[in-house]
């Protein structure tokens, strides 16, 4: 995930992920307070980051690039 760049692109996930969900939520309830999207989002960025940091997404994807990357073809 660091040659290909896809630990340095969290962020990046993190916000088109919250800007995903809150597009969700405000089609299901139009007068949802903007409180709620405001902690929704802070706890979404908390948790991608401890999954990240603790390596636990890493783990689940090695195997996907393992399966259909030589690490020549990842350089």
């Known amino acids: ?13 993190a916000k088109a992920f919250i ?3 809150n597009s969700v939520l405000r089609l299901k309830d139009p007068t ?4 709620v999207t405001m902690m929704l989002t802070e706890e979404v960025k908390s948790l991608i980051a401890e999954e990240l940091d603790n390596e ?3 783990h689940k994807i090695y195997p996907t690039y393992a399966n259909h990357f030589t690490l020549e073809e990842l350089k």
């Open 19 to 21: 800007q995903q969900m």
């Open 1 to 13: 995930m660091e040659v290909t760049g896809a630990k340095i692109d969290r962020s990046e996930f």
């Open 32 to 35: 949802l307070p903007d409180r």
């Open 56 to 58: 636990v997404l890493q």
